[in-house]
């Protein structure tokens, strides 16, 4: 398994912070890293970080690249050996992880194994009460256990073996000096304990799902264990967490790791969630055959209430019986009964479609397969939704689909409310930086739930793109992997600016307009404090993300531009006015990437290489944010989303008698809806409106108000429009419509 891009720049971020934490210590390389305070805590000197990647963006695979680093610059006496401890928050989640890294075959492993040249040994925390000491001394020996095993009170410790007396560790002890914080018996003898052996090691501490560890309880423990470095991966951070990386959810949907958007639909009645959800996944395992070169078999995760609800596990597995649904497409996994154990649900000989569970699944469970949930149980908090929403949302084998409903996921939900079914999965995935697009809203819903359109004429819109050697051309193609941004030109003007007080002020408006308010809302810090370059660099490339670069590459190109600036301004100069620099540079980044696009789009155009075909449908129902109470005679749906008077105007006079050559016509959102054109730029271009003739034309409508007929955004629209149109060989064409030239574009319609 490679690396994606935000995995990469992840480490790199991990790998910078540990050379500053040996150069300047931990609270400096922190605040140099992420310009926030670091939060001691209980823990003194020893570093406590936390690195949030949403759910589905492989929290265990950075963890392993990110143990040989860790261990190597931070913790060089044990660069070739010593103990890490790698908690779970849950016995069903170490025995995956075990699992995981006990196979030499995995991914995980192999990390490892490559790390230190295979002196790797893994245990249970059962396992280590049989560690030895050449075990420790000659490799890396990594204990994982659930936080249960280790978190316990001082009073209660002695029942436990981690803490107990253990004959078989006791060459760990021989010739000692004993340092004081070993346990001791109340003899004042050191014990012969597990516990002891790591405190002995001052070992890494990972942590899996950071959140669970919020507890004075589990701090104590923590503390208690005589680590060196704490590292916690969580999608959720606690309060007070030190985030040293935050990815962004945005940046795994990039990099096809997950299946957004959701597709949501309630149910009043429980049995009808749960039909509409059986039936969407044998939809989805018929369109399964038609998959080239890949396997995949959908499943469905059934959520049942706890044995005090009315709809319970047994419930639900009745209820599929009853509707031939064979025993052997079933499994239930709850507390005290897993049917999963030992099951390859990847294998094509496995049979199980339907998976029926309380809150089993909620924590660390991953099978790509699973494509849809089904939820007859009140759906809790936050951070138990976006969990349980992250079961399904795992993209198989980390790739895109050709067919766009293997690219989504689906969730069924019995609530008698709509909106706050919607409201709770919305809030859970938006803390963990999804977004209220991501959710589209499909099939029945309540009928208080007004906000939707359904379709209102006959047969399906397909509407051509844009292609490249066949595939929807994409601003990634026009860049090209073999880009290189540090060959690129780094000069751009920049000026600085200070207001009377000596403090820079940031740029909003224009050449002369500044923004003084802005300083608070984006809570920028001013001073006359002047940073090193490389620490000028390291803001920067921190500041402005660029999925598409390199990271390394990236920073070759800023060092190029800061000497660049150093020609006319001091370091000084540009550390007070770093956000301003910041903005500026990442413009010119941008002009940069979209000239080199432009030539290779040109290339591509001259050698025919881009073409239109039809792609994407738009869907029988859609979700509105405000409904036009006005009707019409020939939208593509029952209802369209609000619109602006001149745009309402324009739509209403396309849609009357006197044009009776088009067939239907359609609202078509930015960002929402499926039709773009893809140009040169980053930005795709959403035409306001498409229509489709009698005769089979399919029409791309821009409407702009008259102060933006002329700008330079609207030039492009227009000519990347024109292109468009003339892949279509008459079939196609593009208007720009304003109140100038209405009357001109309705009388040209009049002849499609």
């Given at each position: 398994?490679?690396?994606?891009?935000?995995?990469?720049?992840?480490?790199?971020?991990?790998?910078?912070?540990?050379?500053?934490?040996?150069?300047?210590?931990?609270?400096?390389?922190?605040m140099?890293?992420?310009?926030?305070?670091?939060?001691?805590?209980?823990?003194?000197?020893?570093?406590?970080?936390?690195?949030?990647?949403?759910?589905?963006?492989?929290?265990?695979?950075?963890?392993?690249?990110?143990?040989?680093?860790?261990m190597?610059?931070?913790?060089?006496?044990?660069?070739?050996?010593?103990?890490v401890?790698?908690f779970?928050?849950?016995?069903?989640?170490?025995t995956?992880?075990?699992k995981?890294?006990k196979?030499?075959?995995?991914?995980?492993?192999?990390?490892?194994?490559?790390?230190?040249?295979?002196?790797v040994?893994?245990?249970?925390?059962?396992?280590?009460?049989n560690?030895?000491?050449?075990?420790?001394?000659?490799?890396?020996?990594?204990?994982?256990?659930?936080?249960?095993?280790?978190?316990?009170?001082?009073?209660?410790?002695?029942?436990?073996?981690?803490?107990?007396?253990?004959?078989?560790?006791?060459?760990?002890?021989?010739?000692?000096?004993?340092?004081?914080?070993?346990?001791?018996?109340?003899?004042?003898?050191?014990i012969?304990?597990?516990?002891?052996v790591i405190?002995?090691?001052n070992p890494?501490?990972?942590?899996?799902?950071?959140h669970k560890?919020?507890?004075?309880?589990?701090?104590?423990?923590?503390?208690?264990?005589?680590?060196?470095f704490?590292?916690?991966?969580?999608?959720?951070?606690?309060?007070?967490?030190?985030?040293?990386?935050?990815v962004h959810?945005?940046?795994?949907?990039?990099?096809?790791?997950?299946?957004?958007?959701?597709?949501?639909?309630?149910a009043?009645?429980?049995?009808n969630?749960?039909t509409?959800?059986?039936?969407?996944?044998?939809?989805?395992?018929?369109?399964?055959?038609?998959l080239?070169?890949e396997y995949?078999?959908?499943?469905?995760?059934?959520?049942?209430?706890?044995?005090?609800?009315?709809?319970?596990?047994?419930?639900?597995?009745?209820?599929?019986?009853?509707?031939?649904?064979?025993?052997d497409?079933?499994?239930?996994?709850?507390?005290?009964?897993?049917?999963?154990?030992?099951v390859?649900?990847?294998?094509?000989?496995?049979?199980?479609?339907?998976?029926i569970?309380?809150n089993?699944?909620?924590e660390?469970?991953?099978?790509?397969?699973?494509?849809?949930?089904?939820?007859?149980a009140?759906?809790g908090?936050?951070?138990?939704?976006?969990?349980?929403?992250?079961?399904?949302?795992?993209?198989?084998?980390?790739?895109?689909?050709?067919?766009?409903?293997?690219?989504?996921?689906?969730?069924?939900?019995?609530?008698?409310?709509?909106?706050?079914?919607?409201?709770?999965i919305?809030?859970?995935?938006?803390?963990?930086?999804?977004?209220?697009a991501?959710?589209?809203?499909?099939?029945?819903?309540?009928?208080?739930?007004?906000?939707?359109?359904?379709?209102?004429v006959?047969?399906n819109?397909?509407?051509?793109?844009?292609?490249?050697n066949?595939?929807?051309?994409?601003?990634?193609?026009?860049?090209?992997?073999?880009?290189?941004?540090s060959?690129?030109?780094?000069?751009?003007?920049?000026?600085?600016?200070?207001?009377?007080?000596?403090?820079?002020?940031?740029?909003?408006k224009?050449?002369?307009?500044?923004?003084?308010?802005?300083?608070?809302?984006?809570?920028?810090?001013?001073?006359d404090?002047?940073?090193?370059?490389?620490?000028?660099?390291?803001?920067l490339?921190?500041?402005?993300?660029?999925?598409?670069?390199?990271?390394?590459d990236k920073?070759?190109?800023?060092?190029?531009?800061?000497?660049?600036?150093?020609?006319?301004?001091t370091?000084?100069?540009?550390s007070?006015?770093?956000?301003v620099?910041?903005?500026r540079?990442?413009?010119?980044?941008?002009?940069?990437?979209?000239a080199?696009?432009?030539?290779?789009?040109?290339?591509?155009?001259?050698?025919?290489?881009?073409t239109?075909?039809?792609?994407?449908?738009?869907?029988?129902?859609?979700?509105l944010?405000?409904?036009?109470?006005?009707?019409?005679?020939?939208?593509?749906?029952?209802?369209?989303?609000?619109?602006?008077?001149?745009?309402?105007g324009f739509i209403?006079?396309?849609?009357l008698?006197?044009?009776?050559?088009?067939?239907?016509?359609?609202?078509?959102r930015?960002?929402v809806?499926p039709?773009?054109?893809?140009?040169?730029?980053?930005?795709?271009?959403?035409?306001?409106?498409?229509?489709?003739?009698?005769?089979?034309a399919?029409?791309?409508?821009?409407?702009?108000?008259?102060?933006?007929?002329?700008?330079?955004?609207?030039?492009?629209k227009?000519?990347?429009?024109?292109?468009?149109?003339?892949l279509?060989?008459?079939?196609?064409?593009?208007?720009?419509?304003?109140?100038?030239?209405?009357?001109?574009?309705?009388?040209?319609?009049?002849?499609?």
């Amino acid at each position: 398994m490679e690396l994606k891009k935000y995995q990469k720049n992840t480490l790199d971020t991990l790998g910078n912070f540990l050379a500053e934490l040996r150069k300047a210590g931990l609270k400096y390389a922190f605040m140099g890293i992420t310009e926030k305070p670091y939060q001691a805590q209980a823990f003194g000197d020893v570093p406590f970080v936390c690195i949030k990647i949403p759910t589905g963006g492989g929290k265990t695979f950075v963890g392993c690249h990110a143990v040989e680093k860790i261990m190597s610059k931070a913790l060089s006496n044990k660069m070739d050996h010593g103990i890490v401890m790698w908690f779970t928050p849950s016995e069903a989640i170490k025995t995956q992880t075990l699992k995981k890294f006990k196979d030499r075959k995995d991914a995980h492993r192999k990390i490892l194994d490559e790390a230190y040249d295979n002196h790797v040994r893994v245990f249970s925390n059962e396992e280590a009460l049989n560690i030895r000491k050449s075990d420790v001394g000659g490799n890396l020996c990594v204990i994982i256990a659930s936080l249960e095993a280790f978190r316990k009170e001082k009073t209660l410790q002695k029942k436990y073996k981690v803490y107990q007396e253990n004959g078989s560790l006791m060459d760990h002890f021989e010739h000692l000096d004993e340092p004081d914080y070993l346990e001791r018996d109340s003899e004042g003898t050191v014990i012969n304990s597990l516990a002891n052996v790591i405190r002995l090691s001052n070992p890494l501490v990972v942590i899996d799902e950071g959140h669970k560890t919020s507890t004075q309880l589990s701090i104590d423990f923590l503390k208690d264990l005589n680590p060196s470095f704490i590292v916690e991966y969580t999608a959720t951070p606690r309060a007070g967490s030190n985030i040293l990386v935050e990815v962004h959810a945005s940046e795994l949907k990039e990099q096809q790791m997950v299946k957004i958007p959701i597709v949501l639909e309630s149910a009043a009645q429980w049995q009808n969630a749960l039909t509409n959800g059986i039936q969407k996944r044998i939809e989805l395992e018929k369109a399964a055959k038609k998959l080239k070169g890949e396997y995949i078999r959908p499943i469905a995760l059934l959520q049942a209430q706890s044995k005090a609800g009315d709809v319970t596990v047994e419930k639900i597995k009745e209820f599929l019986l009853e509707g031939k649904i064979p025993a052997d497409e079933i499994a239930i996994k709850i507390s005290g009964k897993n049917e999963l154990e030992g099951v390859d649900l990847f294998s094509k000989d496995c049979k199980i479609r339907y998976i029926i569970t309380v809150n089993a699944l909620a924590e660390g469970w991953d099978c790509s397969f699973a494509y849809v949930l089904v939820s007859v149980a009140n759906l809790g908090s936050k951070i138990a939704v976006e969990q349980i929403i992250g079961r399904i949302i795992r993209m198989p084998n980390a790739r895109r689909k050709a067919d766009e409903d293997f690219n989504r996921s689906y969730v069924f939900a019995s609530a008698r409310n709509f909106n706050e079914a919607a409201d709770q999965i919305i809030s859970g995935l938006e803390s963990n930086g999804y977004s209220a697009a991501d959710i589209v809203s499909a099939g029945k819903k309540d009928a208080a739930y007004a906000l939707e359109a359904k379709k209102a004429v006959s047969g399906n819109l397909k509407v051509p793109m844009m292609t490249l050697n066949g595939d929807k051309l994409t601003f990634e193609d026009l860049v090209g992997s073999g880009f290189e941004l540090s060959k690129q030109e780094p000069e751009f003007e920049f000026q600085v600016h200070y207001d009377n007080d000596g403090r820079a002020v940031l740029d909003i408006k224009g050449e002369d307009e500044w923004m003084r308010g802005a300083q608070k809302s984006l809570r920028l810090s001013y001073s006359d404090k002047s940073l090193t370059k490389n620490e000028l660099v390291q803001w920067l490339d921190k500041k402005m993300r660029f999925t598409l670069l390199e990271k390394s590459d990236k920073v070759r190109f800023l060092e190029k531009a800061i000497e660049y600036q150093l020609k006319t301004h001091t370091l000084t100069e540009l550390s007070v006015n770093r956000h301003v620099l910041a903005e500026r540079m990442a413009g010119h980044i941008d002009t940069v990437l979209e000239a080199h696009a432009k030539a290779r789009f040109d290339a591509a155009a001259r050698a025919k290489k881009i073409t239109a075909k039809p792609f994407d449908v738009f869907p029988d129902t859609i979700a509105l944010k405000q409904a036009v109470p006005q009707e019409f005679n020939r939208n593509y749906y029952d209802k369209i989303d609000k619109l602006n008077s001149e745009e309402l105007g324009f739509i209403q006079r396309l849609d009357l008698d006197t044009l009776p050559n088009i067939k239907y016509w359609v609202r078509n959102r930015e960002k929402v809806d499926p039709f773009y054109i893809q140009g040169w730029r980053k930005g795709k271009f959403y035409p306001d409106f498409v229509a489709v003739t009698k005769k089979g034309a399919v029409v791309a409508l821009e409407w702009k108000g008259g102060d933006r007929v002329s700008n330079e955004d609207t030039a492009y629209k227009v000519e990347i429009g024109e292109i468009w149109e003339k892949l279509g060989k008459g079939k196609l064409r593009f208007f720009l419509v304003h109140t100038g030239n209405t009357e001109e574009v309705l009388s040209a319609l009049k002849k499609l």
